[in-house]
């Protein structure tokens, strides 16, 4: 399922995307297909090409069988090794498409847990990663014995092919069972540590954010903490939580976790909800964008529909308008050294063709919305300020609660 990579070879892959006529636009499936060819760089391989079809109705085969003949033409004459396809492709259809173009074919979501399998450094981000590649290899079984079908059945492969497949079946629900079992000693034990800091009032944040929208360096500069921060897709899988001091007197935990994409299987997001409690359980979400990237809109709602899948619509949230030094227009006539001297937090919208700047327009949810670069550290005065603001406000109303009578 993943890629093959050592220093001395790369894996030539062509990147294949397609869209349904009607119900998503041109721009966004190539966005799409732009990321995905990040993604096969995060993971190790060479995009050499990429395809885009619009269809009028779906393919058995995800695109049209003139372009499957097309991208096998490709393949021999670029020396292609994989065929990456940017949407999840189910069983049936991938195995299809190995016997057609006559390579490995991989999908968007055996991609990400590609990159998640290399990123997963504790016990408990290895055990979600293979709980999520173990459910996603589940249904796919019967492929890796398609060489017994290519022999033709009969006498000596019938039974043992059969059998061999129900072993496979079998042995992976039981290693399924085992990694859940392991991944709930874990989630009591992080159960157990939330409900202590619950007991004590403690005020809980939480960053979120699309991936490599600068969330862990935001987090390492507000608590002086050196966890991995890289300028690269899913830098942060592990959810770190660490106390943060706003004043003498005040307090807080905040807690980084892992970033979201597009098109984020499901599979994973069931395997990390344990990880994700620490967001479930936040009292106010930090939501991190790259307010740098032109797509930072696109990217935001991204976050917020997965975030409401988690039951985090009504959550607190403040906007964290991040990697503002990368900005290059009116207000910003000098570079990245301007921000050095300068209170970003004043420039709290986002840019129009004419350089003017204006609030984002957000649901009810979200109570307010700051500038950053976490990069130069400013803005993050005004985000403590705020941090303290809120927690001193929380603080109050639980004291109000736990009054004794």
């Known amino acids: 399922?993943?890629?093959?990579?050592?220093?001395?070879?790369?894996?030539?892959?062509?990147?294949?995307?397609?869209?349904?006529?009607?119900?998503?636009?041109?721009?966004?499936?190539?966005?799409?297909?732009?990321?995905?060819?990040?993604?096969?760089?995060?993971?190790?391989?060479?995009?050499?090409?990429?395809?885009y079809q619009m269809l009028n109705?779906?393919?058995?085969?995800?695109?049209?069988?003139?372009?499957?003949?097309?991208?096998?033409?490709?393949?021999?004459?670029?020396?292609?090794?994989?065929?990456?396809f940017d949407d999840e492709l189910n069983p049936s259809t991938q195995k299809e498409l190995e016997n057609r173009l006559g390579i490995k074919v991989i999908d968007r979501t055996a991609l990400i847990l590609d990159i998640f399998s290399d990123r997963a450094r504790t016990h408990e981000g290895k055990l979600q990663?293979?709980?999520?590649?173990?459910?996603?290899?589940?249904?796919?079984?019967?492929?890796?014995?398609?060489?017994?079908e290519r022999l033709g059945g009969g006498i000596g492969t019938r039974g043992p092919g059969e059998t061999q497949i129900e072993t496979d079946?079998?042995?992976?629900?039981?290693?399924?069972?085992?990694?859940?079992?392991?991944?709930?000693?874990?989630?009591r034990n992080r159960s157990s540590q939330r409900n202590k800091r619950i007991?004590?009032?403690?005020?809980?944040?939480?960053?979120?954010?699309?991936?490599?929208?600068?969330?862990?360096?935001?987090f390492n500069n507000l608590v002086k903490s050196k966890i991995l921060s890289k300028n690269q897709l899913f830098s942060t899988l592990d959810t770190t939580t660490r106390k943060i001091f706003l004043d003498q007197s005040v307090s807080a935990t905040i807690s980084d976790t892992v970033g979201f994409i597009n098109k984020l299987p499901t599979i994973l997001v069931e395997s990390f909800k344990s990880t994700l409690e620490e967001a479930v359980n936040a009292d106010v979400l930090l939501h991190v964008i790259d307010y740098s990237n032109e797509d930072f809109e696109e990217k935001l709602l991204t976050v917020d529909t997965i975030l409401e899948d988690l039951g985090l619509a009504e959550v607190p949230k403040i906007l964290i308008k991040n990697k503002v030094d990368l900005l290059e227009n009116?207000?910003?006539?000098?570079?990245?050294?301007?921000?050095?001297?300068?209170?970003?937090?004043?420039y709290s919208g986002y840019r129009k063709p004419n350089g003017v700047i204006s609030k984002i327009d957000l649901n009810e949810s979200y109570i307010n919305q700051i500038t950053t670069s976490a990069?130069?550290?400013?803005?993050?005065?005004?985000?403590?300020?705020?941090l303290l603001d809120i927690s001193s406000m929380l603080l109050s109303k639980k004291q109000k609660i736990y009054l004794p009578n």
């Open 199 to 218: 007991s004590n009032n403690t005020i809980n944040f939480s960053l979120v954010g699309y991936t490599n929208s600068g969330k862990s360096l935001l």
């Open 375 to 386: 990069k130069y550290g400013t803005g993050l005065i005004k985000l403590r300020e705020q």
């Open 1 to 51: 399922m993943g890629l093959y990579n050592t220093a001395k070879f790369k894996e030539r892959a062509l990147l294949i995307a397609a869209h349904i006529k009607g119900k998503s636009s041109s721009k966004k499936a190539k966005e799409s297909l732009e990321e995905l060819s990040n993604l096969a760089e995060t993971a190790g391989a060479e995009p050499v090409k990429a395809f």
């Open 57 to 84: 109705k779906p393919q058995n085969t995800y695109i049209g069988s003139g372009k499957v003949i097309e991208i096998k033409n490709h393949i021999k004459e670029l020396g292609i090794d994989v065929c990456i």
């Open 330 to 346: 009116d207000t910003n006539p000098r570079g990245s050294e301007w921000y050095d001297n300068q209170d970003v937090s004043i």
């Open 129 to 148: 990663v293979e709980l999520a590649q173990s459910e996603y290899l589940m249904p796919r079984l019967a492929g890796q014995w398609s060489h017994l």
């Open 169 to 187: 079946r079998r042995l992976v629900r039981d290693k399924i069972k085992r990694v859940k079992s392991s991944m709930q000693k874990i989630e």
